[in-house]
């Protein structure tokens, strides 16, 4: 019954020198307690001895529980008998180390033994005292890198699966731990809790691998705290999600009727160990079949193929094809690590059709002689995989790699006569490109995917005879968010927030869940358009038939209506050995169905039979022998003309008076536009069809200053800003320097001769009649630091980092001085790595590019050089994110810089395996053309429309004439860093209002304190003091508490509108 007034003190177990984040959560914590009771005392800060040693010595859980205890039993401030205190500790994922499945269990056993020694230590030395453990996963960097260097040598995917499954074990054994011990309860005064889930990081960052902005950061603390509290507290009725919603972050208070610390005693947990376990059906199937013979003769056709004609099984694809999880039992999360090949839908082998039911167990009864299927556990590259070459984790972009180790299998296997031997090929992929979708959109566009889909069955045409490839269509995703939406079904949703956060995150009816709608479909619709191309029905012997059986998923539900758990694995993500074989029942029955007519829709429930083939209808169905035709490929778009684009925007009118302020500057009130940078300014060698063009400016289609034409034909920023202003000054037209306007960018230049462009562009500007210096409002890009990653390892002295940023300062320090009404658009230096895949057999693609460009394009992949380069450039990106997101240019009210990040996560189209596509690059594979020009002022101005913190970050070089955003009504104006913020909080003080106005610094929001009643006894203070002085105090804070509780319900939940 301690409620959160009684606790005086609080400590922690667990932190170490690397738990940045985890101190910093703990200390809003502290600074939230102190508010129930200001003496708290918490040997948290700096100035105690007590966090020296975890820091520097790294001592083990053990070591700082007793130094815990040894701290609360000597300090002076702490009655240790009679004050109740509030242990945190922390078990923090990212210190540990297991890379592979047979190693998880002992570690996980070994912290679980660190625990309960650590618990037992505190019980045995503390009175009145309430243990919250925590398991942590915050931390993601390279510290856990460097102490696990195995991290480095599995894939992407299995890292993420692996920690995932780990950090979920890990809490599942600690809550088994728990139950074991009694929650260490044999006495009143003494408890543990274990926090019913683990704090992970933003799920973007751990899906994405790229670090959080500062505002993302903070936001993200600002949740872990509320996590934190909220579990702390007894659990209310009704408050079941205390997370941000995108609108609001809520900090709840404790109950009337529930106002105490939660411990097992008063708010009972669900336990994983009460779990039912789960009903297995028999997944045997009974061959209703008769008919099993082959074909008299090997056919030569494969529209012509029998099942008995089939020797040869394969696939490729993701962990549904891979086994993840086929066998694991509910309380296994960690088994969901094991592949079960032999029990895959589609080309698993183990025992037989009675026992299990797979596409090759039901060949077996047509030819007995049948290979290529895996059985057993292990990994693709294990012998009893043997064709089956599905990864774990595996998006689209895997699959070629796949298709050509499958391929290089077939050929090499004895067992084989590649040449002769009929095979049947299932390729499933795309459930995990929808899930990581919303942190990319472009990598996991429709283009790409349908990209790599088509040069994998393109590479198995090319090299596979006699071959028949199943295409299965991706599932319909969206019912998987069934699983986790009733949380008495008892899923682990925040673990599958992990493994699939894009489709498991989004909100009913939102736009995200509406995108995520499109894109399912898109990828089922990709697929159509390009077998309907007639392009895999060019020789008799090789065919491709889509599968539709996915298209639509019924979840199973149980006769109370809530999803049955059954026909999934442990981890509610990975299906059952129930679903693997209904997947397995529906692909056969698609096989035998005629084109125009398979069964498109997947009920997990329903009793689904084996079809037969029949003496009409003896053959694996294709589209010749189902008489089906073709829609035939899609009509050639007409070829493009211009890189113009389209805009839509109806408000186009300026500010009724010129405003003062640059936070309050509609594009219509931009008179003068400005550019400084290198040749990709001066549009060096943008419409150059030979070398002797490109040294040609082409500086009226340059992306940020050219005014060539109009916006219809030719796509630039000013070209955008005279829609909303026709009388625009300062954009650059033609060729050459005789019609520069203010493009002050001069081709190679450096960061150092930034300066320089800008003291030539003030004495233009003053100099020009046409503009009113002190009045106009201007609006200046920059956009520089190519060459000087170019040259960097002829000269690192003069082009680091730190003197690329000092350059940069520096010429934003004379125009904040001496430009008046002026916006800066800082463009971030693009990763420039990629340019090395940009090639082509060409004198400019090879000899030109390396001069350009000697110290990226001349080293080897993966050579120290490079890499030094890619660390150099993120240093770059780091420098001037610093510069610009200080305060230095705040100063002025008509004066700002804003940073354009639309280049920092660099992407180059492609048009093939490896192969950049050349329209975006001039001769030389360097300088970039004028469809590039094109979408980066595209991308700059949809930045300009994009509020700080919140701008993309990554190219969309697709081309689409109708790109363009608009401003919005409650967003007329250009983005800058204060007319970013969010509208602060209105709350209620008890205090005398200031009279000093504040502002603050930070772009992202505080969580507005709640104002809970208190819940000590009013009359203590008088008791402790005598002096009347004290007393009166203490009268008028009587007062305003009570003013404070009859709002209570309104004051205590706080919410922050962001």
């Given at each position: 019954m301690?409620?959160?007034?009684d606790v005086?003190?609080l ?9 940045t984040?985890?101190?910093t ?12 009771d ?64 047979q190693?998880?269990q002992?570690?996980?056993?070994a ?20 243990v ?16 696990c ?39 009143d ?5 274990l926090?019913?889930?683990?704090f992970?990081t933003?799920?973007s960052?751990v ?16 949740n872990?705290m ?20 995108g ?5 709840p ?19 994983h ?44 694809g993701?962990?549904?094809t891979?086994?993840?999880?086929i066998?694991?039992?509910p309380?296994?999360?960690?088994d ?5 090949r ?5 080309v ?9 039911t797979?596409l090759?167990n ?11 299927y ?16 599905a ?22 296997d ?8 009929w ?45 028949l490839?199943?295409?299965v ?16 079904v ?46 895999y ?16 998923v ?7 209506g809530r999803p049955?758990r ?11 050995q ?11 029955n698609n096989?035998?169905?005629p ?8 009920d ?6 084996l ?16 008489n089906y035709?073709y ?9 493009v003309?211009?890189?113009?684009s ?15 302020s ?8 931009i008179?003068?536009?400005?550019a ?7 549009g060096?060698g943008?419409?150059?069809?030979n070398?002797?063009d490109l040294?040609r ?6 992306w ?16 955008i800003l ?10 650059s ?30 004495k233009a500007m ?12 201007k ?18 002295n ?15 320090d004379m125009?904040?001085k ?7 658009n800082v ?7 990629p340019?090395?895949a940009?090639k082509?057999?060409t ?5 030109l ?41 705040d ?8 940073l354009?990040?639309f ?28 469809r590039s ?8 101005w ?5 509020p700080?913190g ?7 070089f697709?081309?689409?004439r ?16 204060i ?5 602060p909080?209105?709350?209620v ?18 969580i ?6 208190p819940?000590?006894?009013v009359?203590?203070p ?13 009268v008028?804070?009587l007062?305003?508490?009570?003013c404070?509780?009859r709002n ?6 706080s919410?922050?509108?962001?």
């Open positions: 301690v409620r959160p007034s005086a003190v400590s922690s177990v667990g932190l170490h020198r690397h738990s984040e985890l101190s959560v703990v200390s809003r914590l502290r600074d939230l307690m102190t508010l129930f200001p003496a708290l005392i918490s040997p948290l800060s700096d100035e105690t001895s007590l966090f020296g040693p975890q820091s520097d010595q790294q001592s083990t859980m053990v070591e700082q529980a007793r130094e815990v205890s040894l701290y609360l039993q000597s300090t002076q401030a702490i009655d240790v008998d009679r004050d109740w205190k509030l242990v945190l500790l922390f078990v923090q994922v990212d210190r540990l180390c297991a890379c592979k499945q190693q998880v002992s570690v996980i056993q912290v679980v033994e660190e625990v309960d020694d650590a618990l037992q230590l505190l019980h045995s030395q503390l009175k009145r005292t309430i919250s453990v925590a398991l942590w996963d915050g931390e993601h960097d390279t510290f856990q890198q460097k102490m260097q195995c991290m480095e040598t599995n894939s992407e995917a299995e890292v993420r699966l692996l920690r995932a499954l780990l950090t979920h074990s890990l809490q599942e054994s600690l809550d088994e731990l728990m139950v074991k011990k009694r929650w260490y309860g044999d006495r005064d003494f408890t543990v809790t926090q019913d889930k683990p992970i933003d799920l960052s899906a994405s691998g790229k670090p959080l902005s500062e505002s993302e950061a903070t936001k993200q603390t600002d872990l509320v996590q934190m509290w909220t579990n702390l507290l007894q659990p209310i009725v009704g408050q079941d999600n205390t997370e941000d919603n609108n609001t972050i809520t900090l208070c404790p109950a009337e009727d529930r106002p105490f610390l939660r411990t097992e005693g008063n708010s009972p947990a669900y336990h160990s009460n779990a039912s376990p789960l009903f297995h059906p028999l997944t045997g199937t009974e061959m209703p079949c008769g008919d099993f013979s082959p074909s008299a003769s090997a056919p030569t056709s494969v529209h012509e193929l029998r099942p008995g004609d089939i020797k040869v099984v394969a696939a490729v993701d962990s549904l891979a086994g993840n999880g066998a694991s039992s309380n296994q999360v960690l969901v690590l094991r592949q079960y032999g029990l895959s839908w589609s698993g082998g183990d025992e037989n059709l009675t026992v299990v797979s090759p039901i060949l077996k009864h047509f030819n007995p002689n049948l290979k290529g895996s059985v057993g556990m292990g990994k693709q590259n294990t012998p009893q995989a043997f064709l089956n070459q990864v774990a984790g595996a998006k689209s972009k895997d699959l070629p790699s796949q298709v050509r180790a499958l391929v290089a299998r077939m050929k090499n004895s067992r084989i006569n590649f040449e002769s031997d095979k049947v090929i299932t390729v499933f992929i795309g459930g995990n490109d929808m899930c990581d979708h919303c942190y990319n959109s472009l990598f996991y566009s429709v283009e790409n995917y349908a990209r790599n889909v088509q040069e994998s069955l393109d590479y198995l045409q090319k090299e596979v005879p006699r071959a490839v199943n295409l269509e991706p599932l319909h995703i969206i019912p998987l968010r069934e699983m986790h939406i009733d949380t008495s008892k899923c682990p949703t925040w673990l599958v927030k992990i493994l699939c956060p894009c489709v498991i995150l989004p909100k009913p009816s939102s736009k995200a869940l509406q995108m995520l709608v499109d894109l399912n479909r898109s990828y089922q619709r990709v697929l159509h358009e390009l077998v309907e191309s007639s392009r029905d060019t020789r008799s012997d090789f065919t491709v038939v889509i599968q539709p059986f996915f298209r639509e019924i979840v199973p539900k149980l006769p109370d049955d059954s026909f999934f694995s442990a981890d509610c993500f990975h299906l059952s129930r679903a693997q074989t209904q997947m397995a029942r529906s692909l056969w096989m035998l169905e084109l125009g007519n398979k069964t498109s829709k997947q997990f429930a329903a009793d689904i039979s079809k037969c083939p029949t003496k009409t209808s003896p053959y694996i169905r294709t589209y010749n022998n189902s035709k829609a035939g490929p899609s009509l050639t778009p007409e070829p003309t211009n890189w113009g389209d805009l839509s925007c109806v408000d186009l009118v300026p500010s009724d008076t010129v405003p003062t640059v936070h309050k500057l509609r594009p219509a009130d008179m003068v536009v400005a400084l940078g290198d040749s990709s300014t001066a060096t943008a419409k150059a069809k070398l002797f040294s400016e082409y500086k009226g289609v340059s940020s200053i050219g005014g060539d034409k109009t916006l219809e034909t030719v796509t630039t920023l000013p070209n005279k829609k909303f202003n026709p009388s625009l000054k300062g954009f037209r033609g060729q050459g320097s005789r019609q520069k306007g203010f493009n002050m960018a001069v081709p190679q230049a450096k960061t150092s001769e930034i300066p320089g462009q800008v003291r030539a562009l003030i003053r100099g020009n009649k046409d503009v009113n210096f002190e009045k106009d409002w609006l200046v890009t920059i956009f520089v630091g190519e060459n000087d990653l170019c040259q960097y390892c002829i000269d690192q003069n082009l680091s980092p730190k003197n690329y940023s000092h350059n940069l300062m520096v010429s934003l125009l904040y001496e430009v008046p009404r002026l916006l800066v463009v971030e230096i693009l990763q420039i790595y340019l090395k940009v082509k057999n004198l400019g693609c090879s000899f590019q390396r001069s350009s460009c000697p110290c990226v394009i001349n080293p080897d992949e993966n050579s120290p050089e490079l890499e030094e380069i890619k660390r150099i450039n993120h240093e770059y990106q780091a420098e001037i994110q610093h510069l610009v997101s200080g305060d230095r240019y100063g002025k009210e008509d004066f700002a810089v804003v354009q990040p280049l920092q996560n660099y992407f180059i189209p492609y048009i093939g395996k490896g192969e950049a596509d050349p329209s975006f690059f001039s001769v030389d594979c360097f300088h970039i053309s004028e020009h094109s979408e980066m002022a595209i991308a700059l949809n930045n300009m429309l994009e700080v919140r701008k993309q970050a990554y190219n969309n697709t081309y689409d109708s790109k363009i955003h608009c401003p919005s009504e409650a967003s007329p104006f250009i983005f800058t860093k007319n970013s913020l969010p509208t909080p209105v709350t003080t008890t205090t005398a209002p200031s009279t000093h106005p504040t502002t603050s610094s930070s772009l992202t929001p505080t507005a304190v709640p104002k809970c009643p819940s000590i006894p009359w203590v008088v008791v402790v003091g005598n002096v009347s002085l004290l007393a009166g105090i203490v008028a804070w007062l305003l508490t009570c404070q509780h209570n319900n309104r004051i205590c939940h919410i922050y509108k962001p």
